[in-house]
Nanobody, 118 residues
C-alpha cells in the first residue's frame, strides 16, 4: 500500500517559517518527480515546487526565493522549507509523487493545513 504522509503544517505569523515534510512508502520511487501543491479555499490546486529524482527543481513564481524544496532519494522524503510566509500562502498543502513514463504512477498525500496570520 503506497502512502505519502505529510507533517509540519500549522499556524504561523506573517514573516515566519514552517518546514513541511513528506515521507513516501509502499513502493520504489525512481525516475519521477516529488513535490508540493497547495489549494486555498475557492481556488484551484496549484504547484508550489517540485524536484525530480535527478535533482531538477522547479518553483512557482509566487514562492521563488522564499521556499526551498529538497529531496532525499534513499529515504523517499521531500521537504519544503517555507520562509517569509505571507497570508496569501494560507492553504492546504499536498505532497505528490508522480512518474509520467512507464511504469506510470501518481500518488497524493492527505494534505496539511498551513495558516499564515497577518
Amino acid at each position: 500500500q503506497v502512502q505519502l504522509v505529510e507533517s509540519g503544517g500549522g499556524l504561523v505569523q506573517a514573516g515566519g517559517s514552517l518546514t513541511l515534510s513528506c515521507v513516501a512508502s509502499g513502493r520504489t520511487f525512481s525516475g519521477d518527480k516529488m513535490g508540493w501543491f497547495r489549494q486555498a479555499p475557492g481556488k484551484q490546486r496549484e504547484l508550489v515546487a517540485s524536484v525530480t529524482s535527478g535533482g531538477i527543481i522547479n518553483y512557482a513564481d509566487s514562492v521563488q526565493g522564499r521556499f526551498t524544496i529538497s529531496r532525499h532519494n534513499g529515504k523517499n522524503t521531500v521537504t519544503l522549507q517555507s520562509d517569509s510566509l505571507k497570508p496569501e500562502d494560507t492553504a492546504v498543502y499536498y505532497c505528490r509523487a508522480w512518474r509520467v513514463i512507464a511504469p506510470r504512477y501518481d500518488y497524493w498525500g492527505q494534505g496539511t493545513q498551513v495558516t499564515v496570520a497577518s
